[in-house]
């Protein structure tokens, strides 16, 4: 049986029964609205306000680290916002509706870059939620790490409802913390005197606001691997412009609010780091607001190690069923589960604990493996399939859509390829990058590059074929009625 139509029973569950199979009509719920709070507090996590800290870092004043952190987030959460309609018209987790594109095993290319920013992001998390608890809490990285990783896998083990009622929840506690926080930062960095001194030496630097431009939208660029993941529950005929507005809101407004308050930050504290600027200034209000105000955000760091947790899991469920079909059972979940746990844990065991050079080089990596992703499955969505897929096909082997489908691998690495002079890390720069003075725009290129060609390529699929394809997967999906 594929794993389309894998027969289980979900309502009388705690515990979510599916992962990567198809959801079927009669199991779809939510509401639209939804979307918003949970993409906004995914997205209001430290390692987002970590990400405003480079502008400053690099010399950039606070002005313009927030103009470029604007620009960037806005940027970026467009094409990650795009990617939600594809959840209820789909009824698939995100990645596995890459197969229409690169084939059942193509598709393992853009698995392992998606899988690689899942555990990245998990690592991280993991770092600063022990750095929080270690304000109050004894224990060393080796005692903590391993408990909130599994708190973290329990979570995911329960799955998509509890995920997105805790998401929505912890919304209303994060904007009155961090609204008090904004504000005491605001004022207290607006006064003249020697808590201004060290932002009065920044001021505009174009390799620094191109710098902070990349990662702000390679940051929100990141989240597109998540996304149906968390709406490919809600009914099929739910309002495409509606779901769009409220993720893009959701994630954009949450990203430009922290990291805005992350290039505040790193503007006027020396070595800022996010735990210790945090509780610099909500101790301003009363001293033990700040300690409280970093045990909130490690809160939330816990829920958005479950929601990475969770994706990773699919995506490696994925890539194994495209080469050895397997059953998308609740057994089969808890132990893609535990491995991402086992392999988050010996990476951030190993991390640097100066990680913030690690953290940039890390968002500017998923911007280089993701773009040419995100290019190809838009565009295909979007102009070239019009949203009309055969399901079933998708999780087929020898279906129509092929195992290694040439179009979207080709554009993929192509694209990927183009990017490579315009990349600028700490370990390889590229002769374009620095003829433009370390400048990185390569997100710029993988776009065009890849989607321009996959559209090309695209021309000559048979959609005769798919079409037929498509009236038999309906039927096949079809629930017969009680």
């Known amino acids: 049986m594929s794993s389309a139509t894998t027969t289980v029973t979900t ?23 939804h979307q918003g709070p949970f993409w906004f507090t995914g997205n209001f996590v430290l390692p987002t306000m970590v990400t405003g800290f480079i502008g400053p870092v690099m010399g950039l004043s606070t002005g313009w680290s927030i103009l470029a952190v604007v620009l960037g987030a806005t940027f970026g959460t467009f094409f990650m916002a795009f990617h939600a309609n594809q959840g209820p018209r789909m009824g698939l987790p995100q990645m596995i509706q890459s197969r229409a594109q690169f084939g059942s095993r193509g598709a393992i290319v853009p698995f392992t870059a998606t899988v690689f920013v899942y555990i990245g992001f998990m690592v991280f998390d993991t770092i600063l939620a022990t750095e929080g608890l270690q304000l109050i809490l004894p224990g060393e990285k080796i005692v903590w790490y391993p ?42 960095f607006s006064g003249v005197g020697d808590t201004a001194a060290s932002a009065s030496t920044a001021g505009w630097d174009g390799t620094a606001f191109l710098v902070q431009f990349s990662l702000a939208a390679g940051y929100n660029i990141s989240y597109a691997v998540y996304v149906s993941d968390y709406t490919r529950y809600l009914p099929e005929e739910v309002s495409a412009p509606k779901l769009i507005s409220w993720v893009y809101v959701g994630a954009a407004g949450s990203a430009i609010w922290l990291m805005s308050l992350g290039a505040l930050l790193a503007s006027n504290i020396p070595n800022a780091d996010a735990i210790g600027a945090i509780k610099q200034i909500g101790d301003l209000l009363f001293p033990g607001f700040g300690t409280f105000a970093v045990l909130v955000s490690t809160v939330a760091l816990l829920s958005i190690m479950g929601v990475n947790a969770y994706g990773a899991m699919l995506t490696g469920a994925s890539a194994v069923d495209g080469f050895r079909q397997v059953r998308p059972t609740v057994k089969l979940r808890i132990i893609g589960l535990v491995i991402v746990g086992l392999a988050t844990l010996a990476i951030a065991l190993l991390i640097p ?11 500017i990596m998923m911007l280089y493996f993701l773009v040419p992703w995100t290019a190809v499955n838009l565009v295909d969505f979007y ?9 079933t096909e998708i999780f087929k082997p020898k279906g129509i859509y092929g195992r290694w489908a040439w179009r979207g691998v080709t554009a993929y690495l192509i694209g990927f390829a183009a990017m490579i002079p315009f990349f600028s890390t700490t370990f390889y720069v590229g002769p374009v990058a620095q003829t433009l003075g370390g400048a ?23 959609r005769t074929a798919e079409a037929e394809a498509r009236r038999e997967s309906e039927l096949e999906l079809k629930e017969p009625v009680e």
């Open 147 to 188: 408990i909130l990783i599994a708190v973290s896998i329990v979570i995911a083990v329960v799955g998509h409802d509890l995920l997105h009622f805790v998401q929505r929840w912890l919304t209303y506690l994060l904007v009155i913390v961090f609204a008090i926080l904004t504000v005491l930062a605001i004022v207290h």
């Open 383 to 391: 102009l070239v399939r019009h949203g009309e897929y055969a399901i």
């Open 440 to 462: 990185d725009i390569s997100f710029v290129v993988g776009l065009v590059v890849s989607g321009v060609l996959y559209l090309l390529f695209s021309r000559s699929i048979d």
């Open 11 to 33: 309502r009388d569950s705690v515990i979510e029964q599916r992962s990567i199979d198809y959801v079927p009509r009669s199991e779809r719920h939510g509401k639209v609205w």
């Open 353 to 363: 604990d100066d990680y913030l050079g690690s953290f940039s080089d890390f968002v």
